[in-house]
T-cell receptor, first 114, second 113 residues
Framework: GQQLNQSPQSMFIQEGEDVSMNCTSS?????WLWYKQDPGEGPVLLIA?????ELTSNGRLTAQFGITRKDSFLNISASIPSDVGIYFC??????????????FGKGTHLIIQP | GAGVSQSPSNKVTEKGKDVELRCDPISGHTALYWYRQSLGQGLEFLIYFQGNSAPDKSGLPSDRFSAERTGGSVSTLTIQRTQQEDSAVYLC???????????FGEGSWLTVV
């Protein structure tokens, strides 16, 4: 299936720094989703975006649905140790095609140094 | 239930044996997905069930893999004649309807020795 390009692959940052990661695609999506996976756990939904240009916040997290519908970014402000984990983007097309038109990025590994 | 429930949470099996992994989706969710995640890797789609429609099996890596969903609720993923490369986390997810946000279980960690 198609792939999303998620970057960066990994990030090593200091506690308190802001974090930015993004996903791009060669094709459009109707929905963008951001998940976080803690070690030993399943992915947990952080933010869902449903409209091109939409900017949504959830606490220290902010995500945007790109105006072209081919990209999305996630920002984390003032990072704390519990932000450590793998962040996945997912694009959904809702055409009823394979896997419900859902495509995942390969993840961004966030590591925070105290 | 409150969330997607998977069992077993951990399974160690000998190469060549068959394994069954179970997923109990969120109550009322009609769509159910299985994904595989190898260590440190992204999510690999395996199979998708939507209501009473024929499942999308396009992600199953070989004919040793199969899945069924009985009564539109609980699903079982079966891996026959397991190989070491089958070692991974198998994640189940569900959504209320096709196109709605999906929610994941905590995964079944399979180790083939």
């Amino acid at each position: 299936g198609q792939q999303l390009n998620q970057s960066p692959q990994s990030m090593f940052i200091q506690e308190g720094e802001d974090v930015s990661m993004n996903c791009t695609s060669s094709s459009i999506f109707n929905t963008w989703l951001w998940y976080k996976q803690d070690p030993g756990e399943g992915p947990v939904l952080l933010i869902a975006l449903y409209k091109a240009g939409e900017l949504t916040s959830n606490g220290r997290l902010t995500a945007q649905f790109g105006i072209t519908r081919k990209d999305s970014f996630l920002n984390i402000s003032a990072s704390i140790p519990s932000d450590v984990g793998i962040y996945f983007c997912a694009g959904q097309l809702n055409t009823g095609g394979g896997a419900d038109g859902l495509t995942f990025g390969k993840g961004t590994h966030l590591i925070i140094q105290p | 239930g409150a969330g997607v429930s998977q069992s077993p949470s951990n399974k160690v099996t000998e190469k060549g044996k068959d394994v069954e992994l179970r997923c109990d989706p969120i109550s009322g969710h009609t769509a159910l997905y299985w994904y595989r995640q190898s260590l440190g890797q992204g999510l690999e789609f395996l199979i998708y069930f939507q209501g009473n429609s024929a499942p999308d099996k396009s992600g199953l890596p070989s004919d040793r893999f199969s899945a069924e969903r009985t009564g539109g609720s609980v699903s079982t993923l079966t891996i026959q004649r397991t190989q070491q490369e089958d070692s991974a986390v198998y994640l189940c997810a569900s959504s209320r309807y096709s196109g709605n946000t999906i929610y994941f279980g905590e995964g079944s960690w399979l180790t083939v020795v």
